[in-house]
C-alpha cells in the first residue's frame, strides 16, 4: 500500500458503525467474522487485528 492510500475518509452510520475499505481489509488480512481491537489515544483510534482461539 503506498504512501497516498494509507489515508481515507469514511462516513459513521447513524447506528455508529464504519466500513473498513476493502484495501485496508486486504492489506492486514482481516476477514469477515474475525475480530479487531480498539484502541483510544488522545485524538486518535488506533484498530488492530487480533486472533481469539
Keep these: 500500500m503506498s504512501i497516498q492510500e494509507n489515508e481515507?475518509?469514511?462516513k459513521i452510520t447513524s447506528a455508529g458503525t464504519i466500513s473498513i475499505p476493502k484495501q485496508f481489509?486486504?492489506?492486514?488480512?482481516?476477514?469477515k467474522g474475525e475480530y479487531v481491537k480498539l484502541?483510544?489515544?488522545n485524538d486518535r483510534l488506533i484498530i488492530r487485528k487480533i486472533t481469539i482461539s
Design 25 to 31: 481489509r486486504k492489506y492486514m488480512d482481516i476477514q
Design 39 to 41: 484502541i483510544l489515544g
Design 8 to 10: 481515507v475518509l469514511v
